[in-house]
Nanobody, 126 residues
Framework: VQLVESGGGLVQAGGSLRLSCAAS????????IGWFRQAPGKERKAVSC????????WYTDSVKGRFTTSSDNAKNTVALQMNSLKPEDTAVYYC????????????????????WGQGTQVTVSS
């Protein structure tokens, strides 16, 4: 089982980035995919979750209306489209395979996630 993130980088405030999480060893019908981020000196926090099995989608309040997560079953990948980026979005972003999106909340750190990607750095300059 492997998750590989890509698409991070440096962008100015107001700009956009698209992160991708490619899954292997399982399908998106088996597990959902959660996105998390960890800013320097801060705890890892949940950003979004998508589950085909549950037909569910969740976003933390601070990214609602700006971030969109979607899945491509044919490619077995999940994308996180991030628009109107703010300096406070700066963090290392991780995707993780999850059994359910039901447990997701703004304070959830991903402790019940099954598999993790290596992370990708997103830096938003002011």
């Amino acid at each position: 089982v492997q998750l590989v993130e890509s698409g991070g980088g440096l962008v100015q405030a107001g700009g956009s980035l698209r992160l991708s999480c490619a899954a292997s060893g399982f399908t998106l019908n088996d597990y959902g995919i959660g996105w998390f981020r960890q800013a320097p000196g801060k705890e890892r926090k949940a950003v979004s979750c998508i589950s085909n099995k549950e037909n569910s989608l969740w976003y933390t309040d601070s990214v609602k209306g700006r971030f969109t997560t979607s899945s491509d079953n044919a490619k077995n990948t999940v994308a996180l489209q991030m628009n109107s980026l703010k300096p406070e979005d700066t963090a290392v972003y991780y995707c993780a395979a999850v059994v359910s999106c039901v447990i997701f909340s703004p304070h959830y750190t991903g402790s019940y996630s099954l598999y993790w990607g290596q992370g990708t750095q997103v830096t938003v300059s002011s």
